[in-house]
């Protein structure tokens, strides 16, 4: 295959640079998820809640969490909040949580230095193992008075100063709870005092990444803000993966049974689950940011026929690939990170597609699809060892949700009816289905899992349509495979 392309431009990019903030005083600016409304929700609900509490906004992985709590973050500065962004993943390496607390808040205070300094001194204790090991003490009293002694009498000896050892311990630890209980509301009374200190808005300290951190490094962060820093004047906001974070707690207590969503109540006070992504935009803002443009731009004026509602319309190469994009990834559900990926691997494919095999843009898209999430399949796809009825039905499990009767969703069908007509034509002679374009019995609908309909006459339709085009005769799916195959899978 001659993978220079004079006729087709390559790509702009691979991987999407993050999304930044080109305009501070409107942070929300390049903003493709309109989420701007749910930036003001937030901000109203501090506000006008103004004591301390701990607010959790819930979002999967890859839902866009990070971008729209950066902007987020900037708005509410705008606003004239006190803000604190910490990174508690890129932090975990810190043994002790109140360590990288302190230091954020170190830098709102710098102004009060001699002030924090005092504050700091109260968390000392805390930073420390409240309860001793009573080894250490146990074992240099016992080789003390050991010493010399012989060894018959060492497990009594051993007992007995462990019995005394134990109560000392014990009777220290009680006569120190009062102590420790008064450190911790002056702790929280020299904090109140230096917030107080701020604007009369609160104090927002947002954390991210909770749920990437070590289990036990989030869930001892977690027991800090509601035991130390639970007073009036911050709110404390948790950007996480509840379901991720659940895990972590679980992995913390080594219990695959305990109610880890119950537990983080606790903590949290106020959750918000932030809105699915609109894919649309999502996948018209991937296409020009990563320069599928510039290589659609040569096909502008080709287009394709696609069957619909009884007759042929044409199409335009960009409008197949968007429609397709769209219709894919939304009854997948795939998460913002994941259709940038897919992206990215297309990107990627179109710039090495030598400039005489057709483009069909949406069977690059299913194939690339296929690879990343059904490897199996794929490979057999590849091997060509699966025969057309099993690559039929194969197909009809993965995309249950055909339609052409959908306007929305009618340019499915007929990407599956290429991709079986294609593959047809990968297989060796002897091994193409000759009557393939004769309808049959042999794929039972009603086996396939969750598929909701079928319309096998369009099917058929677009398959015999097929047949007729010159340019489909000899074309097979092994010329796209050949390509994709080059491209590495980003984990």
């Given amino acids: 295959m001659n993978n220079t392309n004079s006729n087709q431009s390559k790509a702009s990019c691979l991987k999407l640079e993050e999304v930044g903030i080109s305009d501070y005083q409107n942070p929300f600016g390049n903003c493709k998820l309109n989420r701007k409304q749910e930036g003001d929700v937030l901000t109203s609900l501090i506000n006008n809640y103004k004591d301390g509490f701990t607010m959790a906004i819930n979002g999967s992985w890859g839902s866009g969490k990070t971008t729209f709590i950066k902007m987020w973050q900037q708005d509410l500065k705008n606003k004239g909040h006190e803000t604190i962004l910490l990174n508690a993943w890129e932090n975990d390496f810190v043994s002790e949580p109140l360590v990288a607390i302190l ?26 193992n409240l309860g001793k090991s009573i080894l ?8 003390e008075k050991l010493a010399g002694e012989s060894a018959k009498d060492f497990i009594k000896e ?9 109560v000392n311990e014990f009777s220290k630890e009680i006569s120190e709870y009062q102590v420790q209980k008064a450190s911790i509301a002056s702790f929280r009374e020299a904090l109140s005092e230096l917030v107080a200190t701020l604007d009369k808005k609160p104090l927002v300290f947002i954390i991210d990444e909770l749920d990437r951190c070590r289990p036990n490094y989030a869930v001892e962060l977690l027991e800090k803000i509601k035991h130390f820093f639970s007073v009036d004047g911050i709110v404390f906001v948790l950007a996480i993966d509840k379901e991720q974070l659940s895990a972590s707690v679980r992995g913390h207590y080594g219990s695959d049974t ?10 949290i006070d106020l959750e918000y689950t932030l809105k699915e992504p609109h894919i649309e935009s999502f996948c018209n803002y991937l296409y020009d940011k990563m320069g599928f443009a510039k ?3 040569t096909l502008e004026q080709e287009k394709f026929e696609i069957y619909r509602f009884g007759h042929y319309v044409k199409e335009y ?8 994009a ?11 990170r994941q259709i940038e990926k897919l992206y990215g691997q297309i990107t990627s494919s179109l710039s090495l597609i030598d400039k005489d095999i057709p483009i069909y843009a949406d069977i690059l898209l299913y194939l690339a699809y296929i690879k990343l999430y059904r490897p199996i399949f794929y490979n057999k796809i590849v091997g060509t060892i699966l025969t057309v009825k099993d690559f039929e039905k194969g197909l009809l499990e993965i995309f249950p949700n055909i339609n052409s009767d959908d306007p929305r969703r009618s340019i499915d069908i007929h990407c599956i009816s290429r991709l079986v007509y294609f593959y047809n034509n990968s297989l060796l002679p002897h091994m193409r289905k000759i009557d393939l374009l004769i309808p049959s019995n042999e794929i039972q609908i009603s086996s396939i899992p969750n598929l909701k309909y079928f319309n096998s006459e369009a099917f058929y339709k677009y398959l015999n349509h097929l047949s007729q085009e010159e340019v489909s005769k000899d074309f097979s799916l092994k010329q796209i495979t050949d390509v994709l195959d080059l491209i590495p899978v980003t984990p």
């Fill in 103 to 128: 230091g954020e808040l170190e830098q709102v205070f710098s102004s009060q230095k001699s002030n924090f300094e005092k504050f700091k001194e109260r968390a000392i204790p805390f930073m420390q």
């Fill in 258 to 267: 305990l109610n880890a969503e119950e537990y983080l109540r606790r903590f």
């Fill in 136 to 143: 250490p003490t146990l074992t240099s009293v016992v080789i």
């Fill in 326 to 336: 769209i219709n894919l990834f939304s009854s997948k559900r795939l998460k913002l």
């Fill in 317 to 324: 190469a960009k409008d197949i690939f968007l429609l397709t």
């Fill in 158 to 166: 051993l007992a007995k100063e462990a019995i005394q050892v134990t």
């Fill in 295 to 297: 290589f659609f731009e």
